[in-house]
């Protein structure tokens, strides 16, 4: 069973997967402090000094016993925009990612191509000789 484990670990893809875990969670970060103090520091300043991060809606004012119940909808509109911009980045790389392979699968043809059209005139000469 041990074997088994170590041979499913090792193998390339599940190495690759975890790198690429490791590298989309300090993406999710950075996207995270970009949204948070880059781009909505600007709107907010924009629709008259809205902090998004303060935006709530309270349900149930707070008593001495109990904490107030409220809906932040300001860091859900962080969080949608956090969103948008990672699966717009993700968007970009995949279609570079499927226009690189596009473009080795047209070589890989062109190759192929070329190869039957030499052997095609081999051919043609043999049968004329």
């Known amino acids: 069973m041990f074997k088994e484990f170590k041979e499913f670990a090792i193998k390339g893809n599940m190495i690759d997967m975890a790198v690429g ?23 907010g300043v924009l629709l008259g000094g809205i902090d998004f991060s303060n935006l709530v809606v309270t349900l149930k004012q707070a008593t001495e ?38 473009k080795k699968e047209e070589k890989k043809t062109d190759k192929t191509t070329e190869e039957v059209l030499l052997l095609r005139e081999i051919r043609d000469q043999l049968k004329t000789k």
């Open 65 to 102: 016993t109990t904490e107030a119940v409220t809906l932040n909808y300001g860091m859900f509109v962080n969080t949608i925009i956090d969103f948008l911009i990672i699966a717009f980045t993700i968007f970009i790389v995949v279609k570079q990612i499927n226009k690189l392979k596009k």
């Open 21 to 43: 875990i490791i590298i989309g969670s300090a993406f999710g970060k950075i996207v995270s402090s970009l949204v948070k103090d880059i781009i909505m520091p600007p709107i």
